[in-house]
């Protein structure tokens, strides 16, 4: 299991890649999208899910202990006549308290009309176990791969409930819209987490990084270089004599990294590669 927490600091300078999420959600009428995608689901007797043939079921709600995965949708400013909507699609009949299996797929919803204008599934995306998924979000910020496409990103937030182990991550994937279809174009860069090995009170081993992303002049297949800067930390904290927790910060280590789109995908270098779901 990976041990590493990577978070991603985004500069607001005019070429690096800048977070934007929603402080509220976007869905408005969230029934009524469901029904308009998916017109042949049934809406459950109390009106928080719909499901479809033979067991998938789509929660409207925010994630809680009953339903895991919840309706997320997102104003994309870059083109704000459009909505992003990722639709959970939780198998209930292999899902169990302890982990959940299914998919997500993402829509890209006419505001007006409601009317799908693209969609793209991401099988096993909210399959999880021990490692559970906490939280499910868009990332709206200024991916501009090239001068007339832009790209979204969805964030995915993962940890374990140990203390001795804690365990924390959140990825990114990148989807462009191209040529009036929707493309995976970024699979799993881990932009944020906390991992170590610990007492559960103070004393322990940790370590840490921060990611900078910025975009590159240069460009590969027609898609703009990203920049990748790393910062990696180490601390190992115990408690003093008296009796105060103390940190113990190691020398900071800093690497930089350089995604090219092949074509198809950017590269992900091994390091910052997501867990599989």
């Known amino acids: 299991m990976r041990m590493l927490l990577r978070i991603l600091f985004l500069g607001l300078a005019a070429t690096s890649l800048w977070p934007a999420w929603a402080a509220a959600d976007d869905c408005g009428d969230a029934a009524a999208l469901v029904q308009q995608a998916y017109p042949k689901a049934r809406k459950s007797p109390d009106g928080a899910s719909f499901t479809l043939e033979p067991h998938i079921s789509i929660a409207l709600t925010r994630p809680d202990s009953d339903t895991p995965f919840g309706l997320v949708c997102k104003i994309w400013p870059a083109h704000d006549d459009l909505l992003l909507v990722a639709v959970p699609l939780t198998d209930s009949a292999q899902s169990r308290d302890d982990g959940h299996v299914g998919d997500i797929e993402l829509l890209v919803v006419d505001r007006n009309s409601l009317q799908v204008r693209q969609r793209l599934l991401q099988p096993g995306l909210i399959t999880d176990d021990a490692i559970a998924i906490r939280k499910i ?36 994937r990148l989807y462009a819209l191209a040529d009036d279809a929707l ?5 799993g860069l881990v932009v944020a987490g906390f991992g170590g090995e610990g007492d559960a009170n103070c004393a ?4 840490s990084s921060q990611v900078s992303l910025a975009m590159s002049p240069a460009s590969h297949h027609g898609y703009h270089d990203i920049t990748v800067a790393e910062r990696a930390d180490t601390d190992n904290p115990s408690v003093d004599e ?12 800093k690497r930089t990294y350089r995604l090219r789109y092949d074509g198809s995908q950017y590269q992900v270098p091994e390091g910052l590669k997501a867990l599989e779901p």
Do not use: W
């Not at 493309?183 to 699979?187: A, C, G």
């Not at 322990?204 to 370590?207: A, L």
């Not at 008296?242 to 280590?253: D, F, V, W």
């Open 137 to 172: 979000e868009f990332d709206t910020g200024r991916y501009r791969l090239a001068p007339d496409v832009s790209a979204f990103g969805l964030r995915i937030e993962m940890a374990n409930h140990s203390q001795p182990n804690p365990f924390r991550e959140t990825d990114l």
């Open 183 to 187: 493309r995976l174009v970024l699979d």
């Open 204 to 207: 322990g081993s940790f370590e």
């Open 242 to 253: 008296n009796g105060e927790c103390q940190s113990h910060p190691g020398k900071s280590l």
